[in-house]
C-alpha cells in the first residue's frame, strides 16, 4: 500500500484504485470495513446519486443441458437426467407474451454450455423443431422477442465472435460472467475442474472479442467457491483492463455462492457478511464509475442495506414471472417491498433497459435494428414513476415455466 488507508481510500475518491492499492486492500481488517464501504458509497454517489436500478425481465432457460460440471451448479443437466429441459418454441412464445404483459422489458435467454457439442440426442431435437444448432435457436428467440416488445439479452457461456457477431444485430447486450481470472479453480479438486468452458483466458478472449464487436457487456465475479481475497481483486482488475481497452463493459456483477442440495459443494461454507461487503466496496473501488456495479437481491434477501452501504447502484434483473432458474431456491424480491427498503434508505429504485443508457444512445453499440425497440421501451419506463407501480406484485405470482427445486428463502446471517 502507497502510504495509509486514509490516503488510499482518499485517492480512491478522485480515481479508480491502482493494481497496488487495490492488492493492498485484499487483506483489509474488519474494523477497516466501514472506512472502505464509505469510500465506495462516496464514490457510488459521485455518478448515480441515489437513484438504484434494476432491469424487469422474463428469464427464458431455453436448455438446462450442459457440457461442464461445475461444482456448485444445480442448473445443468444431461439428457434422460431428472429435470433435463430443452423448451419447445410454444413455450417460449407463451413466456415472452407473460413477461410483457406483466410489464417486464428483458427477455434473458440463459442456457448451458454448447450441449450438442456431446449431447446426439440434443442434435437430434434441435433438428426436430427445426433448428440447426444452439445459435440458430438463439436467433429465433431473439426475433421473437423483439416482435413483442421485448429487449433480448443473451448469456448462453461462451460463444465465438462469428456468433457473436451474428446474434449481435438480435441483442441489445450479452454477459458472461469471468467468475475468476484465477487458473488455480480449474485445478484438480478446484470447483472448475470439469468445466473447460470456465477456464479464465477463454472468458476473457470472448470478453475481448465483445470489445471489438461494439457489444455492450455484463461480466461479475463469483464469491465463495475456494477462490482468495487476492484472487478477487485480481479478477476485478482484469475485468477493469477488459473494459480500458473497449470501453463495452456496462456493469460487473458481484455474485455471492449460495449452497445448493446434491451439487459436490451441498456443505460449503456461504461467504459471511464481511466477505460480501468487502468485495463489493473493493469493485466499486476498482472499477471506473461508468461501470456499474450489481448484486443480486434474491441471493441477499435480508442485507439491502448491507448492500447499499458496500456502493452497489443495481440490483441486476428481476422477474415477477418466472424463477431464478440458476439459484431456484431464491425468490426474486417483490418490487413494492424492494422499493419501500430502499425509500427508508434514502434512494429511489427506478426499471432500466437491459442496455445502459450511455451506449443505448451510441450507434456504434447498437445495431439499426433495435434503435426503435429500445426508444419504445425507453419512452413506456421513462412514465413509470416508482418502480412498485412498473409491475403488477401479488404473493404466487412466480409461476415456473420449467422444473426447480423447492423454493427455500434464505439469507445473510446479519
Given at each position: 500500500?502507497?502510504?495509509?488507508?486514509?490516503?488510499?481510500?482518499?485517492?480512491?475518491?478522485?480515481?479508480?484504485?491502482?493494481?497496488?492499492?487495490?492488492?493492498?486492500?485484499?487483506?483489509?481488517?474488519?474494523?477497516?470495513?466501514?472506512?472502505?464501504?464509505?469510500?465506495?458509497?462516496?464514490?457510488?454517489?459521485?455518478?448515480?446519486?441515489?437513484?438504484?436500478?434494476?432491469?424487469?425481465?422474463?428469464?427464458?432457460?431455453?436448455?438446462?443441458?450442459?457440457?461442464?460440471?461445475?461444482?456448485?451448479?444445480?442448473?445443468?443437466?444431461?439428457?434422460?437426467?431428472?429435470?433435463?429441459?430443452?423448451?419447445?418454441?410454444?413455450?417460449?412464445?407463451?413466456?415472452?407474451?407473460?413477461?410483457?404483459?406483466?410489464?417486464?422489458?428483458?427477455?434473458?435467454?440463459?442456457?448451458?454450455?454448447?450441449?450438442?457439442?456431446?449431447?446426439?440426442?440434443?442434435?437430434?431435437?434441435?433438428?426436430?423443431?427445426?433448428?440447426?444448432?444452439?445459435?440458430?435457436?438463439?436467433?429465433?428467440?431473439?426475433?421473437?422477442?423483439?416482435?413483442?416488445?421485448?429487449?433480448?439479452?443473451?448469456?448462453?457461456?461462451?460463444?465465438?465472435?462469428?456468433?457473436?457477431?451474428?446474434?449481435?444485430?438480435?441483442?441489445?447486450?450479452?454477459?458472461?460472467?469471468?467468475?475468476?481470472?484465477?487458473?488455480?479453480?480449474?485445478?484438480?479438486?478446484?470447483?472448475?475442474?470439469?468445466?473447460?468452458?470456465?477456464?479464465?483466458?477463454?472468458?476473457?478472449?470472448?470478453?475481448?472479442?465483445?470489445?471489438?464487436?461494439?457489444?455492450?457487456?455484463?461480466?461479475?465475479?463469483?464469491?465463495?467457491?475456494?477462490?482468495?481475497?487476492?484472487?478477487?481483486?485480481?479478477?476485478?482488475?482484469?475485468?477493469?483492463?477488459?473494459?480500458?481497452?473497449?470501453?463495452?463493459?456496462?456493469?460487473?456483477?458481484?455474485?455471492?455462492?449460495?449452497?445448493?442440495?446434491?451439487?459436490?459443494?451441498?456443505?460449503?461454507?456461504?461467504?459471511?457478511?464481511?466477505?460480501?461487503?468487502?468485495?463489493?466496496?473493493?469493485?466499486?473501488?476498482?472499477?471506473?464509475?461508468?461501470?456499474?456495479?450489481?448484486?443480486?437481491?434474491?441471493?441477499?434477501?435480508?442485507?439491502?442495506?448491507?448492500?447499499?452501504?458496500?456502493?452497489?447502484?443495481?440490483?441486476?434483473?428481476?422477474?415477477?414471472?418466472?424463477?431464478?432458474?440458476?439459484?431456484?431456491?431464491?425468490?426474486?424480491?417483490?418490487?413494492?417491498?424492494?422499493?419501500?427498503?430502499?425509500?427508508?434508505?434514502?434512494?429511489?429504485?427506478?426499471?432500466?433497459?437491459?442496455?445502459?443508457?450511455?451506449?443505448?444512445?451510441?450507434?456504434?453499440?447498437?445495431?439499426?435494428?433495435?434503435?426503435?425497440?429500445?426508444?419504445?421501451?425507453?419512452?413506456?419506463?421513462?412514465?413509470?414513476?416508482?418502480?412498485?407501480?412498473?409491475?403488477?406484485?401479488?404473493?404466487?405470482?412466480?409461476?415456473?415455466?420449467?422444473?426447480?427445486?423447492?423454493?427455500t428463502p434464505g439469507g445473510l446471517r446479519l
Open positions: 500500500m502507497t502510504g495509509s488507508l486514509s490516503e488510499v481510500l482518499t485517492r480512491a475518491l478522485v480515481a479508480p484504485l491502482l493494481e497496488q492499492d487495490a492488492l493492498s486492500l485484499a487483506d483489509l481488517r474488519h474494523e477497516d470495513l466501514p472506512a472502505l464501504c464509505a469510500a465506495a458509497a462516496a464514490r457510488r454517489e459521485q455518478a448515480y446519486g441515489r437513484a438504484l436500478t434494476f432491469s424487469p425481465k422474463v428469464f427464458l432457460p431455453l436448455t438446462n443441458l450442459c457440457r461442464d460440471f461445475c461444482d456448485y451448479c444445480s442448473f445443468r443437466r444431461s439428457p434422460g437426467d431428472a429435470g433435463a429441459w430443452t423448451m419447445r418454441p410454444h413455450e417460449v412464445r407463451e413466456w415472452l407474451a407473460r413477461g410483457r404483459d406483466a410489464g417486464a422489458c428483458e427477455a434473458l435467454f440463459c442456457l448451458g454450455d454448447r450441449p450438442e457439442t456431446v449431447f446426439p440426442s440434443y442434435r437430434r431435437q434441435l433438428a426436430e423443431l427445426g433448428f440447426e444448432s444452439t445459435v440458430d435457436y438463439l436467433a429465433w428467440a431473439a426475433r421473437e422477442a423483439l416482435a413483442l416488445d421485448l429487449l433480448p439479452h443473451t448469456n448462453a457461456g461462451l460463444l465465438t465472435r462469428a456468433e457473436l457477431a451474428r446474434l449481435r444485430p438480435l441483442n441489445v447486450s450479452f454477459g458472461l460472467m469471468l467468475e475468476n481470472i484465477s487458473p488455480r479453480l480449474t485445478e484438480k479438486g478446484m470447483p472448475h475442474h470439469r468445466a473447460r468452458d470456465k477456464r479464465p483466458e477463454l472468458r476473457v478472449q470472448m470478453t475481448r472479442e465483445a470489445g471489438e464487436l461494439r457489444i455492450p457487456f455484463t461480466s461479475g465475479i463469483l464469491l465463495g467457491i475456494g477462490e482468495t481475497r487476492r484472487e478477487r481483486v485480481q479478477s476485478l482488475l482484469a475485468i477493469a483492463a477488459l473494459h480500458a481497452e473497449h470501453g463495452h463493459i456496462q456493469e460487473v456483477i458481484v455474485q455471492n455462492f449460495r449452497t445448493k442440495p446434491e451439487t459436490p459443494m451441498a456443505s460449503a461454507p456461504e461467504p459471511e457478511d464481511f466477505e460480501i461487503a468487502h468485495a463489493v466496496a473493493l469493485a466499486r473501488l476498482i472499477l471506473p464509475l461508468d461501470v456499474s456495479v450489481q448484486a443480486p437481491p434474491n441471493l441477499n434477501p435480508h442485507a439491502t442495506e448491507l448492500l447499499l452501504q458496500a456502493g452497489i447502484n443495481d440490483f441486476g434483473g428481476i422477474s415477477p414471472v418466472s424463477p431464478d432458474y440458476i439459484n431456484p431456491g431464491h425468490p426474486w424480491p417483490h418490487l413494492a417491498r424492494l422499493s419501500e427498503q430502499c425509500e427508508r434508505l434514502g434512494f429511489e429504485l427506478r426499471p432500466r433497459l437491459p442496455i445502459y443508457s450511455r451506449y443505448a444512445m451510441d450507434e456504434a453499440f447498437v445495431d439499426a435494428g433495435l434503435r426503435e425497440p429500445m426508444a419504445r421501451e425507453a419512452r413506456r419506463l421513462s412514465r413509470v414513476t416508482r418502480a412498485d407501480r412498473l409491475l403488477p406484485e401479488r404473493e404466487g405470482a412466480l409461476l415456473p415455466v420449467l422444473p426447480s427445486e423447492p423454493s
